[in-house]
């Protein structure tokens, strides 16, 4: 049986994305394999996964059936979130208007949830609202400032900023010894959760050092998973605290040193510019180490 589509909904994302929202029982390699064999079709022309659907294309599936094509309802389970998480959420958002929050997340809480998440930050902002949506991530483990749409037309303005790279994120991590160069630019291939092979851009500089220790700011051009860990460890300094990355560190019982310490951009012709203080455990590792960083953090926004 063919089926036709005209496409008048859901529109301007990928074509895998589309199919899954339309029909909710698809995986992801039955779709990938139907789309290889030329069984869906874009205006009656063979097309890829990542093909983004436009207002009024025509859609044409060539071996569609109701037991192959069907629509099963998902029940979401609602997270309950105590009053005290929501306390906390609501002490830590530094800013907020009408469209979007920025939070400082404090370490040890996810971005998104997963088999092993019990609580994340999407959980609790939709627990506040169904329209507040995630536009970047921050590991479990990294503390600092994080954007947070409120509405849908705010979810596509920033997300479409940090694809164009127009907005600039700033990190300091506290690093176990120190890279050759006082700073750099480093390009390096990673590999992601799929094994694939992703092109990463940072831009660093060493703010102090003694011994054993160092200071580094960090300036990533791209946003991929574990990248300043990654980056880090390439250059032979890996951050303190990290258990994936510098597992064998005397370190080891540290909380991860690295900080999402300042966010700028510009939208709507209003610029933005939001700095985040280190948490306690992070300056009295400092202290404690006798690292010479400034803690007005506003003093490193433009040395990179």
Not at 85 to 92: E, M, T, V, W
Not at 195 to 214: A, F, G, H, M, R
Not at 220 to 234: E, M, Y
């Amino acid at each position: 049986m063919i089926k036709n589509i005209k496409i008048i909904k859901n529109f301007n994302q990928r074509l895998d994305k589309y199919l899954k929202l339309e029909y909710t029982s698809l995986t992801q390699g039955f779709i990938e394999k139907n789309i290889r064999k030329k069984n869906i079709l874009i205006n009656n022309s063979s097309t890829k996964a990542n093909y983004k659907v436009r207002l009024n294309d025509e859609l044409k599936i060539l071996n569609f059936h109701e037991t192959l094509y069907k629509n099963k309802i998902i029940f979401k389970k609602n997270i309950k979130i105590s009053k005290e998480i929501l306390a906390k959420f609501k002490r830590s958002s530094i800013f907020e208007n009408n469209d979007f929050i920025v939070l400082n997340k404090w370490s040890q809480i996810a971005t998104q949830g997963g088999s092993k998440i019990k609580i994340s930050v999407d959980h609790i902002i939709k627990n506040i609202s169904s329209q507040y949506r995630l536009v970047h991530r921050l590991d479990k483990e990294t503390s600092g400032l994080l954007l947070i749409a409120k509405n849908l037309n705010y979810a596509k303005k920033l997300s479409s900023l940090f694809k164009k790279k127009e907005i600039t994120k700033l990190y300091i991590a506290i690093c176990e010894g120190s890279p050759k160069n006082y700073s750099s630019q480093v390009k390096l291939e990673i590999r992601n959760k799929k094994l694939k092979t992703e092109n990463t851009l940072t831009n660093y500089k060493v703010i102090n050092k003694n011994k054993s220790i160092s200071s580094i700011l960090f300036s990533p051009k791209t946003g991929k998973t574990h990248q300043l860990r990654i980056v880090s460890k390439n250059l032979g300094c890996p951050i303190v605290g990290d258990n994936k990355y510098n597992i064998h560190s005397k370190y080891a019982k540290e909380s991860l040193m690295l900080h999402a310490f300042a966010l700028k951009f510009t939208i709507n012709k209003q610029k933005f510019e939001f700095i985040s203080n280190f948490p306690d455990y992070f300056l009295n590792f400092i202290k404690i180490n006798n690292l010479k960083i400034n803690k007005d953090l506003k003093n490193y926004l433009n040395i990179l």
